[in-house]
T-cell receptor
Framework: KQEVTQIPAALSVPEGENLVLNCSFTDSAIYNLQWFRQDPGKGLTSLLLIQSSQREQTSGRLNASLDKSSGRSTLYIAASQPGDSATYLCAAGRSGSRLTFGEGTQLTVNP | SAVISQKPSRDICQRGTSLTIQCQVDSQVTMMFWYRQQPGQSLTLIATANQGSEATYESGFVIDKFPISRPNLTFSTLTVSNMSPEDSSIYLC????????????FGAGTRLSVL
């Protein structure tokens, strides 16, 4: 059974700092790895999708990497802003397009 | 990307009653999913709903408790039956988009409180 773990559970940084969120998964036979953002009381916003054959994906200030052999993915956020404050979730894709989610990292960026 | 509308956005229900949650997508999609997010926890997949076939439920979830309909390629419903306070959660639907392949988009969720 796939298990996804995210470290740290919470992170507070000053504005402008570069930061890394970590995601690990126990079963390396994933189809893809997806990062989401969840704002309080809201649904999920897809940030980046890395296919199992890819090593990384970039979108603006966000860069996600994937190392299947070690069961790890990281989300790098450059020059963080207060608007980046949210909970970040990673999800491992398995057969049938089903996702297994981690517990999330709650990020606070202080002005 | 897909635009997903969920109704209701929130509800407060009495123990023993049932609530049906609707999920409407602005484009035709093959695969739709229903997730539950219990307070302070991450998302857990309830079932996969494909048009024209019975929903496929994950371990720990049964059709009698969470009946699902998928009458066409843009709509699905999830019913939470015979509710108890333990069913208080956020329920979210998602769809799989084919470009890029396998990316999933989520609705805003239905926040359910059971008294």
């Amino acid at each position: 059974k796939q298990e996804v773990t995210q470290i740290p559970a919470a992170l507070s940084v000053p504005e402008g700092e570069n930061l890394v969120l970590n995601c690990s998964f126990t079963d390396s036979a994933i189809y893809n790895l997806q990062w989401f953002r969840q704002d309080p009381g809201k649904g999920l916003t897809s940030l980046l999708l890395i296919q199992s054959s890819q090593r990384e994906q970039t979108s603006g200030r966000l860069n996600a990497s994937l190392d299947k052999s070690s069961g790890r993915s990281t989300l790098y956020i450059a020059a963080s802003q207060p608007g980046d404050s949210a909970t970040y979730l990673c999800a491992a894709g398995r057969s049938g397009s089903r996702l297994t989610f981690g517990e999330g990292t709650q990020l606070t960026v202080n002005p | 990307s897909a635009v997903i509308s969920q109704k209701p956005s929130r509800d407060i229900c009495q123990r023993g009653t049932s609530l049906t949650i609707q999920c409407q997508v602005d484009s035709q999609v093959t695969m739709m999913f229903w997730y539950r997010q219990q307070p302070g926890q991450s998302l857990t997949l309830i079932a996969t709903a494909n048009q024209g076939s019975e929903a496929t439920y994950e371990s720990g979830f049964v059709i009698d408790k969470f009946p699902i309909s998928r009458p066409n390629l843009t709509f699905s419903t999830l019913t939470v039956s015979n509710m108890s306070p333990e069913d208080s959660s956020i329920y979210l639907c998602s769809v799989e988009w084919t470009q890029p392949k396998n990316i999933q988009y989520f609705g805003a969720g239905t926040r359910l409180s059971v008294l």
